[in-house]
C-alpha cells in the first residue's frame, strides 16, 4: 500500500503530500495477523475436541511421544496411530551463522527494527524473491545473489525470464553463477564476499542485512526417529508410501518432511489423504495438480507442467498465450503488466499446465487447478462465459488461443 501511495496513486488523480513508512505499526500489524491465524487454529481444536500439548515431542516407541511442554514439564502422550507433520527449516550455508540481526532468515525478515538501506538476498527462490519484493517496495536497494544460472529454476522459463525482467524493473538487481565464499559482520553492516559459480576473481558487496534464503530443509531433528527405525534420505526427508505410511507400523508423514512440493496448502492435502486412509477410506494427492504462488509483485502462479518439462518428456503441445495488456481490466486499473500462458496436449487439448504473471495471479490460477483436476480441454475453458470486465477473461482468451484463436489480440 506505501508502495502504491507513493508510486500509482498520482496515476489515478490521487494526490498524496507526503507518505511515510511507520514500521513497528505495519509490525504489529503482521503479528496481530500470525497471532489471529494461530489462535483460529486452536480454536478449532477446541471445537473439535482434539487434546493440545505445547511443547516439543520425540519419539520413545512407535506408539508413544514424550513431549517437554513450555510450561517446563514432561508428559508422554500415547497413540495407535502417529503422524510426524513437524514441517521444514532454513537451509543452513557453511560459514555463514544466521543471527537474525544482520544476517536473518526469512523469520527475522520479517521482524526487522529499521528498513534497510541495502539488502542482499542469497537465493531467487520463492521466498528469497518474495522478501526482496517486500523490502525493495519499502525503500531498499536490493541485490540478489544465487549460484544456478536462473532465478525460480522450476518456473517455466518464458514466464521466468518476463518475471525476472520486472522485478529488475522494480531495481532489484540480480547476480546469478554467483557463490558466496565468506562474510563479515563485525562491523556496523555486513560484507559478503562472492565469486563466480565457476570460480574467478573475487569480490566484496556491503549491505546493512543480508537475507539468507537458498532452500529449506525437513525439519525433523531431535524427534529421534532414528531410535524407533524410520527410514530418511539423504536429504533428511522421511520416506513414505502411497498411505503417508512409514516402514515403522503406526507411524506415518506428511508435509515439509517427505518428498513433494515444500508448499502449506500440499501439507493440508496430505494430512486429509493420510487420515482418511487411517480411517479407512481412500485418499489421494496429485503432486502435478498443486498450484505454486510467487508472491512477490506482480505475482507468478502455475500448476501442471512448463514447457521445458513437456519438451524433455517428448510430449507434443499446443501454446495459447494472452497479454495482460490487451485485457480490458487490467488496463483499466493500469496493472496491465503480465501474461497468461497455456500449454495443452497437441491430439486432445487436455490442459497440461498453465502459467501467470499478475496481480492477484494467485487468485486467478484456481481456475486452472480446477480444470486440470478434472482433465478439461482448453476449449473447455474457452467455452465458459467470463464476466467483463475481469482479469479472469485473460485466460479464457489464452485458452482460445490455444485451440484456434482469441478474439481481443
Not at 31 to 53: H, I, M, P, Q
Not at 200 to 229: C, M, W, Y
Amino acid at each position: 500500500m506505501y508502495h502504491e501511495a507513493k508510486h500509482v496513486f498520482a496515476n489515478h488523480g490521487v494526490k498524496v503530500s507526503s507518505v511515510e513508512v511507520d514500521l513497528p505499526a505495519m509490525l504489529a500489524q503482521k503479528d496481530t495477523a500470525v497471532k489471529n491465524l494461530t489462535r483460529g487454529v486452536e480454536g478449532l481444536f477446541k471445537k473439535n475436541k482434539v487434546n493440545y500439548v505445547k511443547g516439543y515431542g520425540k519419539f520413545l516407541s512407535p506408539s508413544e511421544v514424550s513431549v517437554d511442554t513450555i510450561d517446563g514439564e514432561n508428559v508422554v502422550v500415547k497413540g495407535k496411530h502417529i503422524i510426524v507433520a513437524t514441517g521444514s527449516d532454513v537451509k543452513s550455508l557453511p560459514g555463514i551463522t544466521i543471527d537474525e540481526k544482520k544476517i536473518v532468515s526469512s523469520t527475522g525478515a520479517l521482524s526487522l527494527t529499521e528498513i534497510p538501506k541495502k539488502l542482499i538476498v542469497i537465493g531467487a527462490g520463492y521466498i528469497g524473491l518474495e522478501m526482496g519484493s517486500v523490502w525493495g517496495r519499502l525503500g531498499s536497494e536490493v541485490t540478489v545473489v544465487e549460484f544456478a544460472a536462473d532465478i525460480v529454476p522450476a518456473m517455466d522459463g518464458e514466464i521466468r525470464k518476463q518475471f525476472q525482467r520486472s522485478l529488475e524493473k522494480q531495481k532489484m538487481k540480480f547476480m546469478l553463477k554467483t557463490k558466496v565464499v565468506g562474510v563479515d559482520s563485525s562491523g556496523d553492516g555486513v560484507k559478503l564476499i562472492v565469486e563466480p559459480a565457476e570460480g574467478g576473481e573475487q569480490t566484496t558487496l556491503e549491505a546493512d542485512v543480508v537475507l539468507v534464503s537458498a532452500g529449506r530443509t525437513p525439519f525433523t531433528s531431535g524427534l529421534d526417529l532414528e531410535k524407533i527405525g524410520v527410514e530418511t534420505d539423504k536429504g533428511g526427508r522421511i520416506l513414505v508410501n502411497e498411505r503417508f505410511s512409514t516402514n515403522v507400523s503406526g507411524v506415518y508423514a506428511i508435509g515439509d518432511v517427505i518428498p513433494g512440493p515444500m508448499l502449506a496448502h500440499k501439507a493440508e492435502e496430505d494430512g486429509v489423504a493420510c487420515v482418511e486412509f487411517i480411517a479407512g477410506k481412500h485418499g489421494h494427492v496429485d503432486y502435478d495438480k498443486v498450484p505454486g504462488v510467487v508472491y512477490t509483485y506482480p505475482e507468478v502462479a502455475s500448476v501442471g507442467k512448463t514447457e521445458e518439462q513437456l519438451k524433455k518428456e517428448g510430449v507434443s503441445y499446443n501454446v495459447g498465450k494472452f497479454p495482460f495488456m490487451a485485457n480490458s481490466r487490467a488496463k483499466a486499473i493500469d496493472t496491465a503488466e503480465g501474461m497468461v500462458k497455456i500449454l495443452a496436449d497437441k491430439e486432445t487439448d487436455k490442459i497440461l499446465g498453465v502459467h501467470i504473471m499478475s496481480p492477484n495471479a494467485g487468485e486467478l490460477i484456481h481456475e486452472a487447478v480446477l480444470a486440470i483436476n478434472y482433465d478439461a480441454s482448453s476449449e473447455d475453458i474457452a467455452r465458459v462465459c467470463h464476466a467483463h470486465p475481469t482479469m479472469s477473461e485473460a485466460i479464457k482468451e489464452a485458452a482460445m488461443a490455444t485451440y484456434d484463436k482469441p478474439i481481443h489480440m
